[in-house]
């Protein structure tokens, strides 16, 4: 297999999620680059965390950073240790997805290994624990989300699913916008990432054409917020 033949295929295989989002469930564990991307409407709504959440279920939350797709996407999965105790913690599964670095060329054994995100599993003390919830409650994730507000893949938001206390609650925070400005959580959970790499700053989206990647156009994807539910919207979705 060449250079040129291993981009071009794997080229095809990352922008072919865009016309089928909707279509693959999001599986815990997934690795696999082109396997998450076709997953990632999935992975964002959050089904897996809506469907488990109980009384007397554990908390978990689901944030993502959506910094640009083409160019930053985090994600941080937190479950805390213990049902209805903070004295035991959490985990946190943390991902960064930067642009990707092609100029090294593709090894053959890892034909994915520049779409591939920085993974990292860390535990949080009970502090760190009690701190991050806080923040996210300063932030306001436990009043409503702005009805029908829309999130374009080119754009930087923030994204956060969680079960807390057994009720499930979506929110989003898009830039620009008084909300996205008096944000809190961030800078307390940038403080526990251990990747090191710098958020993408927010930038006006406008600014951002369709994204080349090898030979073809990525043209995105949009969410819409309905109430306490995250849907598809863009063309990518059928909507």
Wanted: glycine residues 10%.
């Amino acid at each position: 297999m060449t250079l040129n033949s291993a981009r071009a295929g794997v080229t095809f295989l990352m922008l072919a999620p865009m016309s089928v989002l909707p279509g693959c469930t999001y599986r815990a564990g997934a690795d696999n680059p082109v396997a998450r991307s076709l997953s990632w409407f999935s992975y964002a709504e959050a089904g897996d965390i809506r469907a488990a959440c109980q009384t007397g279920s554990a908390d978990r939350m689901r944030m993502i950073y959506n910094g640009n797709y083409a160019e930053e996407v985090r994600s941080y999965d937190v479950a805390a240790l213990a049902a209805g105790d903070e004295s035991e913690g959490a985990t946190i599964e943390v991902r960064v997805r930067g642009p990707q670095d092609l100029s090294k060329g593709i090894l053959l054994f890892d034909v994915f290994g520049p779409w591939r995100a920085d993974g990292r599993l860390i535990r949080i003390s009970a502090n760190e624990w009690t701190d991050l919830r806080r923040a996210l409650s300063d932030s306001g994730l436990t009043r409503p989300a702005p009805d029908h507000l829309r999130l374009d893949s080119k754009e930087y938001y923030w994204l956060v699913s969680a079960c807390l206390n057994g009720q499930f609650t979506v929110d989003a925070w898009k830039y620009p916008s008084p909300r996205f400005n008096a944000l809190s959580f961030p800078a307390a959970l940038l403080r526990l990432d251990p990747t090191g790499t710098p958020l993408n700053p927010p930038q006006p989206a406008n600014q951002f054409p369709d994204q080349e990647t090898g030979r073809m156009v990525e043209t995105g994807f949009v969410f819409e917020v309905h109430g306490n539910r995250l849907r598809g919207a863009g063309a990518a979705f059928g909507g």
